[in-house]
């Protein structure tokens, strides 16, 4: 069965922490059949352009209200979580509602901060990039923070570390719906040191 994968956009969002998903699952194929495992769309708010730290800019597929049904969504870090979406009730409400959707809700970096202030990690284990760990643990109580792990799976729920550790989460996704030796060849053709 292909999967298909919603990365959340939004401004100010960390360019790595969006594109290493996106890479890893947009390469990874089926043993079998050698077609791809997933589909991977872009889904922002509006459907318009937005501009990602540094000044990439980047056109999404879809938009919170056309975007076909998803499986797995990957939220994002960078200052636009952290700053700006933490704030924004329609982003928090829209993630709300895909979590009782989707087979795994995971999150890059301070992308867990999302996901804490929708209350989604309420009396669970989550992780976030090492310098936002203090923060993500005195704003959210009810969080078991767990520092010096590239990611946390939770089961329905998945965290990561800062930036490149979206990468290891990926390939810890792709291993566990679609096996190890799927994994292990999409990061030999991404020439990635995956440490499974």
């Known amino acids: 069965m292909k999967r298909t994968v919603g990365i959340f956009m939004f401004n100010e969002v ?3 922490d ?12 089926l043993l079998d059949t050698d077609e791809k495992a997933f589909n991977v769309k872009l889904i922002s708010q509006s459907e318009e352009p937005v501009t990602a730290r540094n000044g990439l800019k980047v056109v999404p597929d879809f938009s919170f209200f056309n975007h076909p049904p998803i499986d797995i969504l990957i939220i994002p870090g960078g200052y636009g979580a952290e700053e700006i979406e933490i704030h924004n009730q329609t982003a928090l409400n829209w993630i ?4 009782s959707k989707v087979e795994i809700l995971a999150s890059v970096c301070t992308g867990a901060l999302l996901l804490a202030k929708a209350g989604l990690l309420d009396g ?5 990039h090492w310098m936002d760990t203090d923060r993500l643990e005195q704003e959210f109580p009810k ?4 520092r010096d792990v590239k990611f946390v799976d939770e089961g329905s729920i998945i965290t990561s570390g800062g930036i490149s ?4 989460m990926s390939f810890h996704i792709v291993s566990r719906l679609h096996g190890n030796e799927v994994a292990r060849n999409t990061a030999k053709r991404m020439e990635y040191d995956m440490d499974m």
């Not at 709300?96 to 979590?99: A, F, L, N």
């Not at 969080?143 to 767990?146: F, G, L, P």
């Open 14 to 16: 960390e360019v790595l």
């Open 18 to 29: 969006f594109a290493g998903p996106f890479e890893v699952f947009s390469l990874a194929k």
């Open 96 to 99: 709300v509602q895909q979590e």
């Open 124 to 128: 669970r284990k989550a992780t976030t």
């Open 143 to 146: 969080v078991s923070v767990q």
């Open 165 to 168: 550790a979206g990468i290891n």
